[in-house]
């Protein structure tokens, strides 16, 4: 992991972020900031509103106070097409691929909205397999066949072919072991070095702030603290309610 640059610009801020599903509140005031080229985590105990917030950056449910700015421009409350457009793609908790669809077309899809050639998003494709050869021995493959940690490459391969600004992951290493998670985290890393920006929900601590430049602390629905991953790791209020030191 490199050390975050101070000058770097701020690819997404997040102000006071409140959102929730019908009469229950879950977010009350979430600050954040991402800035360009780094991974960021989000992180927190079950029911803090890790899933909730990537839910309404990405769209899928409208906040009901706060703001949003990504690349300049306010998308607070827009749907999840236009956040597409915008360029954030959303690896939801579960993985969520189409079952009875081949690993190929899962992957293509992810490039609906995309208007460029045939030939462009034929690149990409073969640019996802390089970094998960694996998908490219199964292309033919029932999706929903995959392992666990196939299935998890695959939904952030489908991910990468929006060619997206800021790639979102919710809880990355949920029910893998830890021989994938491994893998997976060296692809993200490889991904970051690339150029793309990174948001990770992750309730694994070690995990995230491993991976990660900066992080977010969330707490019943609020920010409780926010910084570079190493202090937040050093912090003693953190480790004592997270990281069971």
């Known amino acids: 992991m490199s050390t975050p640059a101070s000058n770097q610009e701020t690819l997404l801020e997040v102000q006071g972020l409140q959102a929730g599903y019908g009469d229950v509140q879950v977010l009350w005031g979430v600050d954040l900031q991402v800035r360009a080229g780094q991974i960021a985590c989000v992180v927190g105990s079950n029911g803090a509103g890790k899933t909730t917030l990537l839910r309404a950056l990405s769209g899928m449910i409208r906040p009901r106070a706060g703001s949003m700015r990504f690349g300049g421009q306010t998308l607070t409350g827009q749907n999840a097409e236009a956040m597409l457009r915008a360029g954030i ?33 034929q690149k990409d494709l073969e640019w996802v397999y390089g970094l998960f050869p694996i998908l490219a021995e199964r292309a033919q493959q029932d999706a929903s066949t995959l392992s666990g940690g196939e299935q998890q490459m695959c939904a952030i391969g489908r991910g990468l072919m929006s060619r997206p600004t800021l790639l979102m992951i919710d809880e990355l290493s949920l029910g893998l072991a830890p021989r994938a998670v491994e893998k997976l985290s060296q692809s993200l890393l490889e991904i970051n070095r690339a150029g793309l920006t990174i948001l990770l929900v992750e309730q694994d601590v070690f995990t995230a702030f491993e991976l990660a430049h900066t992080g977010v602390v969330i707490e019943s629905g609020r920010t409780a603290f926010a910084g570079e991953s190493r202090a937040l790791a050093e912090d003693p209020r953190v480790r004592t309610a997270y990281m069971g030191v």
């Open 89 to 121: 793609a959303h690896v939801p908790e579960g993985r969520r691929l189409f079952r009875g669809l081949s690993v190929r077309d899962n992957l293509l899809l992810g490039a609906y909205l995309r208007r460029d050639s045939r030939a462009d998003i």
